[in-house]
Protein backbone atom coordinates (compact mmCIF):
# COMPACT_ATOMS: atom_id res chain seq x y z
CA UNK A 1 0.00 0.00 0.00
CA UNK A 2 0.68 3.44 -0.28
CA UNK A 3 2.49 5.25 2.56
CA UNK A 4 4.48 8.68 3.57
CA UNK A 5 7.08 8.86 6.12
CA UNK A 6 8.18 12.28 7.36
CA UNK A 7 11.43 13.45 9.70
CA UNK A 8 10.59 13.81 13.36
CA UNK A 9 9.93 16.61 14.96
CA UNK A 10 9.33 18.64 16.73
CA UNK A 11 11.83 21.53 14.87
CA UNK A 12 12.61 24.35 16.08
CA UNK A 13 14.21 27.06 14.46
CA UNK A 14 15.36 31.38 14.59
CA UNK A 15 13.82 33.57 12.26
CA UNK A 16 15.15 33.90 8.94
CA UNK A 17 16.91 30.14 9.64
CA UNK A 18 16.70 27.99 6.20
CA UNK A 19 14.24 24.83 6.62
CA UNK A 20 13.64 21.35 5.90
CA UNK A 21 11.48 18.86 6.23
CA UNK A 22 12.45 15.65 4.60
CA UNK A 23 9.69 13.19 3.54
CA UNK A 24 9.90 10.36 1.18
CA UNK A 25 6.73 7.79 0.10
CA UNK A 26 6.29 4.60 -1.28
CA UNK A 27 3.40 4.00 -3.81
CA UNK A 28 2.79 2.08 -7.11
CA UNK A 29 2.81 4.12 -10.05
CA UNK A 30 3.21 7.80 -10.33
CA UNK A 31 1.32 9.32 -6.89
CA UNK A 32 0.92 12.78 -6.65
CA UNK A 33 2.30 14.82 -3.78
CA UNK A 34 1.01 17.44 -1.73
CA UNK A 35 2.30 19.75 1.17
CA UNK A 36 -0.58 20.44 3.42
CA UNK A 37 -0.07 23.15 6.72
CA UNK A 38 -1.83 23.00 9.85
CA UNK A 39 -2.39 26.74 11.63
CA UNK A 40 -2.59 26.50 15.55
CA UNK A 41 -6.42 25.63 16.08
CA UNK A 42 -7.09 25.19 12.41
CA UNK A 43 -7.73 22.49 10.00
CA UNK A 44 -5.26 21.49 7.19
CA UNK A 45 -4.92 23.55 4.14
CA UNK A 46 -3.31 23.01 0.96
CA UNK A 47 0.06 24.57 0.78
CA UNK A 48 1.47 23.08 -2.34
CA UNK A 49 1.73 20.45 -4.60
CA UNK A 50 3.65 18.51 -7.50
CA UNK A 51 2.05 15.76 -9.86
CA UNK A 52 4.77 14.21 -11.95
CA UNK A 53 8.52 13.41 -11.96
CA UNK A 54 10.66 16.61 -11.61
CA UNK A 55 7.59 19.06 -10.62
CA UNK A 56 8.23 21.75 -8.43
CA UNK A 57 5.49 23.29 -6.41
CA UNK A 58 5.88 26.24 -4.16
CA UNK A 59 3.94 28.69 -2.75
CA UNK A 60 4.21 31.56 -0.05
CA UNK A 61 8.47 31.07 0.00
CA UNK A 62 7.97 27.25 0.43
CA UNK A 63 9.10 24.56 -2.29
CA UNK A 64 9.11 21.36 -2.83
CA UNK A 65 10.52 18.67 -5.86
CA UNK A 66 9.03 15.65 -6.90
CA UNK A 67 12.30 13.27 -7.03
CA UNK A 68 11.01 9.72 -8.63
CA UNK A 69 14.69 8.58 -8.44
CA UNK A 70 14.99 9.11 -4.40
CA UNK A 71 11.13 8.84 -3.98
CA UNK A 72 11.27 12.34 -2.29
CA UNK A 73 9.39 15.72 -1.48
CA UNK A 74 11.40 17.75 0.69
CA UNK A 75 9.53 20.92 1.78
CA UNK A 76 12.09 24.22 1.97
CA UNK A 77 12.36 27.54 2.72
CA UNK A 78 14.83 29.98 2.55
CA UNK A 79 13.94 32.17 5.54
CA UNK A 80 11.38 31.07 8.03
CA UNK A 81 9.47 33.61 9.90
CA UNK A 82 7.35 33.17 13.31
CA UNK A 83 4.23 33.27 11.28
CA UNK A 84 5.50 29.36 9.74
CA UNK A 85 5.18 28.29 12.81
CA UNK A 86 2.70 25.20 12.44
CA UNK A 87 2.79 21.71 11.70
CA UNK A 88 3.22 20.14 7.96
CA UNK A 89 1.84 17.45 6.13
CA UNK A 90 3.10 15.86 3.75
CA UNK A 91 0.82 13.32 1.46
CA UNK A 92 0.08 11.73 -1.58
CA UNK A 93 -2.71 10.34 -4.23
CA UNK A 94 -2.02 6.85 -5.65
CA UNK A 95 -3.48 4.60 -7.74
CA UNK A 96 -6.42 4.44 -5.03
CA UNK A 97 -6.82 7.67 -5.20
CA UNK A 98 -7.00 8.16 -1.55
CA UNK A 99 -5.52 11.06 -0.03
CA UNK A 100 -2.49 9.72 2.42
CA UNK A 101 -0.86 12.13 5.23
CA UNK A 102 2.37 11.48 6.69
CA UNK A 103 2.89 11.97 10.03
CA UNK A 104 3.47 15.83 10.77
CA UNK A 105 6.28 17.77 11.82
CA UNK A 106 5.52 20.24 14.44
CA UNK A 107 8.02 23.45 13.17
CA UNK A 108 8.18 26.68 15.99
CA UNK A 109 10.11 29.28 14.89
CA UNK A 110 11.31 31.13 17.34
CA UNK A 111 12.16 35.32 17.14
CA UNK B 1 -17.86 32.72 4.55
CA UNK B 2 -16.84 29.46 5.99
CA UNK B 3 -16.33 26.99 4.09
CA UNK B 4 -16.44 23.52 5.73
CA UNK B 5 -17.87 24.87 9.14
CA UNK B 6 -18.41 21.80 11.85
CA UNK B 7 -20.23 22.29 15.60
CA UNK B 8 -19.43 21.85 18.18
CA UNK B 9 -15.54 23.02 18.57
CA UNK B 10 -15.46 21.64 22.00
CA UNK B 11 -17.03 18.60 23.09
CA UNK B 12 -16.87 17.37 26.35
CA UNK B 13 -18.75 14.55 27.87
CA UNK B 14 -18.60 11.10 29.67
CA UNK B 15 -17.99 7.86 28.70
CA UNK B 16 -21.00 5.87 27.67
CA UNK B 17 -22.76 9.17 26.45
CA UNK B 18 -23.68 9.05 22.63
CA UNK B 19 -22.85 12.17 20.85
CA UNK B 20 -22.96 13.92 17.24
CA UNK B 21 -20.87 16.36 15.44
CA UNK B 22 -21.87 18.28 12.50
CA UNK B 23 -20.28 19.07 9.30
CA UNK B 24 -21.58 21.43 6.36
CA UNK B 25 -19.64 22.41 3.54
CA UNK B 26 -20.77 24.93 1.22
CA UNK B 27 -18.57 24.83 -1.59
CA UNK B 28 -20.14 22.32 -3.91
CA UNK B 29 -17.91 19.76 -3.74
CA UNK B 30 -19.16 16.12 -3.66
CA UNK B 31 -17.04 14.39 -1.48
CA UNK B 32 -16.40 15.03 1.98
CA UNK B 33 -14.45 12.95 4.71
CA UNK B 34 -13.73 12.69 8.54
CA UNK B 35 -10.68 12.95 10.15
CA UNK B 36 -9.46 11.74 13.40
CA UNK B 37 -6.12 13.48 14.68
CA UNK B 38 -4.52 12.31 18.07
CA UNK B 39 -2.25 14.02 20.22
CA UNK B 40 0.61 13.48 18.40
CA UNK B 41 -0.65 14.96 15.45
CA UNK B 42 -1.23 11.89 13.76
CA UNK B 43 -3.95 12.26 10.87
CA UNK B 44 -6.58 9.08 9.71
CA UNK B 45 -9.02 8.82 7.80
CA UNK B 46 -12.13 7.48 9.35
CA UNK B 47 -14.73 7.80 6.39
CA UNK B 48 -15.54 9.19 3.26
CA UNK B 49 -18.09 10.02 1.15
CA UNK B 50 -19.24 11.28 -2.50
CA UNK B 51 -22.59 11.84 -3.32
CA UNK B 52 -24.06 10.94 -0.24
CA UNK B 53 -22.77 7.30 -0.81
CA UNK B 54 -19.68 5.67 1.40
CA UNK B 55 -16.95 5.28 -0.35
CA UNK B 56 -14.07 4.98 2.45
CA UNK B 57 -14.69 2.84 5.53
CA UNK B 58 -11.88 2.86 7.23
CA UNK B 59 -11.23 0.12 10.41
CA UNK B 60 -13.47 2.10 12.21
CA UNK B 61 -15.03 0.65 15.51
CA UNK B 62 -19.01 0.23 14.44
CA UNK B 63 -19.90 2.67 17.18
CA UNK B 64 -18.52 5.75 14.58
CA UNK B 65 -22.16 6.05 12.28
CA UNK B 66 -21.50 8.68 9.54
CA UNK B 67 -24.77 9.71 8.02
CA UNK B 68 -25.20 12.15 4.77
CA UNK B 69 -28.89 13.57 3.90
CA UNK B 70 -27.42 15.35 1.29
CA UNK B 71 -24.22 16.56 -0.58
CA UNK B 72 -23.75 19.67 1.33
CA UNK B 73 -23.51 17.74 4.86
CA UNK B 74 -21.62 14.60 6.29
CA UNK B 75 -22.61 13.95 10.54
CA UNK B 76 -20.53 11.90 12.64
CA UNK B 77 -22.62 9.86 15.25
CA UNK B 78 -20.84 8.23 18.04
CA UNK B 79 -22.14 5.60 20.48
CA UNK B 80 -21.10 4.39 23.73
CA UNK B 81 -18.43 6.75 24.27
CA UNK B 82 -14.83 5.42 25.34
CA UNK B 83 -11.53 6.97 27.26
CA UNK B 84 -9.77 6.51 23.79
CA UNK B 85 -12.19 8.23 21.80
CA UNK B 86 -10.64 11.79 22.85
CA UNK B 87 -9.01 13.45 19.70
CA UNK B 88 -9.91 16.50 17.20
CA UNK B 89 -12.25 15.20 14.60
CA UNK B 90 -12.22 17.26 11.14
CA UNK B 91 -14.57 17.45 8.63
CA UNK B 92 -13.01 17.89 5.11
CA UNK B 93 -14.57 17.81 1.50
CA UNK B 94 -13.16 18.19 -1.95
CA UNK B 95 -14.48 18.03 -5.44
CA UNK B 96 -13.62 14.45 -6.62
CA UNK B 97 -10.40 12.53 -4.80
CA UNK B 98 -8.32 15.55 -3.71
CA UNK B 99 -6.65 15.27 -6.98
CA UNK B 100 -7.70 18.14 -8.95
CA UNK B 101 -8.49 20.15 -6.17
CA UNK B 102 -7.71 20.38 -2.53
CA UNK B 103 -9.28 18.63 0.38
CA UNK B 104 -10.76 21.99 2.25
CA UNK B 105 -11.01 21.30 6.20
CA UNK B 106 -12.99 22.63 9.07
CA UNK B 107 -11.62 24.10 11.85
CA UNK B 108 -12.21 20.39 14.00
CA UNK B 109 -14.19 19.30 16.88
CA UNK B 110 -12.08 18.74 20.05
CA UNK B 111 -13.80 15.31 21.96
CA UNK B 112 -12.92 14.73 25.24
CA UNK B 113 -14.18 11.81 26.85
CA UNK B 114 -14.16 11.82 30.74
Known amino acids: GNSVTQMEGPVTLSEEAFLTINCTYTATGYPSLFWYVQYPGEGLQLLLKATKADDKGSNKGFEATYRKETTSFHLEKGSVQVSDSAVYFC??????????FGSGTQLTVLP | DTAVSQTPKYLVTQMGNDKSIKCEQNLGHDTMYWYKQDSKKFLKIMFS???????INETVPNRFSPKSPDKAHLNLHINSLELGDSAVYFC?????????????FGNGTRLTVT
Open chain 2, 92 to 104: ASSQGDGLASPLH
Open chain 2, 49 to 55: YNNKELI
Open chain 1, 91 to 100: ALIGGARQLT
